[in-house]
């Protein structure tokens, strides 16, 4: 059984431009939230999909936006790149509505911004 | 979403016990306390989480004081390759359907 997968693991950008990362959930799961988190910082909530909709969003600007597809894999985008993007992007995936669930991360991308 | 304090850091050496404390005393009653642990540059861990009662599973022991304020981790045999970022984290419930809200951790070092 798979567990949570992300791609691409390592990426690096400029400033400006934009990206897209891939998360595909743990088999039985049907919710993905992403996770920002700089060096030497705990993971930051970003947002979380369930049934393709955001249901959740943390504190980051439109800059940072996802998609959920039918088959429960995820996308997460960030458009106009900082420097200030660079950092591990984690996926974590779980089940339920009711959200007590145990979320599962994946690797992580790691997104340098040049 | 209830906020915890942890120590910075903790040593522990091999073989021994590891006994991670967490205060959160503004936990509300539908909140879980759930344990990470981060090894270095790769995702966070699930440990084990709890609501009241105390818990155990195949890695570690989560201890629940009886008003909820504060809880212990327990690694009862700590080895080099428990060397990672332990997150202790309440939430979950409710209209945060899942957040989970990271603070800075604990970094533990087992020694040999």
């Known amino acids: 059984d798979a567990g949570v997968t992300q791609s691409p693991t390592h990426l690096i950008k400029t400033r400006g431009q934009q990206v897209t990362l891939r998360c595909s959930p743990k088999?039985?799961?049907?919710?993905v939230s992403w996770y920002q988190q700089a060096l030497g910082q705990g993971p930051q909530f970003i947002f979380q999909y369930y049934e393709e909709e955001e249901r959740q969003r943390g504190n980051f600007p439109d800059r940072f936006s996802g998609h959920q597809f039918p088959n429960y894999s995820s996308e997460l985008n960030v458009n106009a790149l900082l420097l200030g993007d660079s950092a591990l992007y984690l996926c974590?995936?779980?089940?339920?509505?009711?959200?007590?669930?145990?979320?599962?991360f994946g690797p992580g991308t790691r997104l340098l911004v040049l | 979403d209830a906020k915890t304090t942890q120590p910075t850091s903790m040593d522990c050496a091999e073989g021994r016990a590891a006994n991670l404390p967490c205060n959160h005393s503004t936990i509300s009653g539908n909140e879980y306390v759930y344990w990470y642990r981060q090894i270095h540059s790769q995702g966070p861990q699930y440990i084990i989480h709890?609501?009241?009662n105390n818990e155990t599973n195949e890695m570690a022991s989560l201890i629940i004081t009886e008003d909820r304020k504060s809880s212990t981790l327990i690694l009862p045999h700590a080895t080099l390759r428990d060397t990672a970022v332990y997150y202790c984290?309440?939430?979950?419930?409710?209209?945060?359907?899942?957040?989970?809200?990271f603070g800075q951790g604990t970094i533990l070092t087992v020694h040999p």
């Open positions: 984290i309440v939430g979950a419930g409710g209209t945060s359907y899942g957040k989970l809200t």
């Open positions: 974590a995936s779980s089940h339920g509505l009711a959200g007590q669930e145990t979320q599962y």
């Open positions: 088999s039985g799961h049907d919710t």
């Open positions: 709890g609501l009241k």
